[in-house]
């Protein structure tokens, strides 16, 4: 007798709710993560959102007001989807991805913090952010359980929830 419905064969996270739903919780948890620590530094939250635009348009982000803060949740939202989908297309070779989410969920989210920082952001035209371990420590925790996390655990229920029917 081959697989049935009900087997862990056919347990399979769906797209749409791992990059959608997962991205979505992830990239609004990240903007407030980011709006609060910077409000607690007695900052302009809006320079954070900016920071994430000056990533295309350079400095001239920071005097771009409401505006280029728009642009920088949007990024934060298109980087958000586009890293629930690489957690997605991982999930379908490694199923270990959403059958223990809150182990790789975390794991996930502090490399996807590594490569923006070190590998992606020097690649744009954002200005070089001086070391901070708070920052560090705020970027890796954040990045663990704001992002890896709510997508892992996205894609965890949407496989469990939606096995496909044959």
Not at 8 to 16: S, V
Not at 71 to 78: C, E, I, K, R
């Amino acid at each position: 007798m081959g697989p049935t419905p009900t087997s862990p064969e056919f347990e399979r996270p769906r797209a749409i709710d791992t990059i959608l739903l997962g991205g979505s919780l992830a990239g609004a948890l990240l903007v407030v993560d980011e709006i609060v620590v910077f409000t607690a530094q007695a900052r302009d939250p809006i320079e954070t959102l900016q920071y994430v635009a000056s990533g295309l348009i350079g400095n001239e982000a920071f005097s771009g007001g409401y505006g280029t803060a728009a642009l920088g949740v949007a990024f934060h939202f298109l980087i958000a989807f586009m890293t629930a989908a690489a957690y997605y297309e991982a999930s379908r070779v490694l199923p270990a991805l959403y059958r223990q989410p809150l182990l790789w969920g975390p794991v996930f989210g502090a490399g996807v913090y590594f490569v923006m920082n070190y590998a992606v952001v020097p690649l744009t035209a954002a200005p070089r952010v001086p070391f901070s371990w708070g920052l560090l420590i705020n970027g890796v925790v954040g990045h663990a359980l704001l992002v890896g996390l709510p997508i892992a655990l996205m894609t965890s229920r949407s496989a469990h929830s939606h096995r496909r029917r044959f």
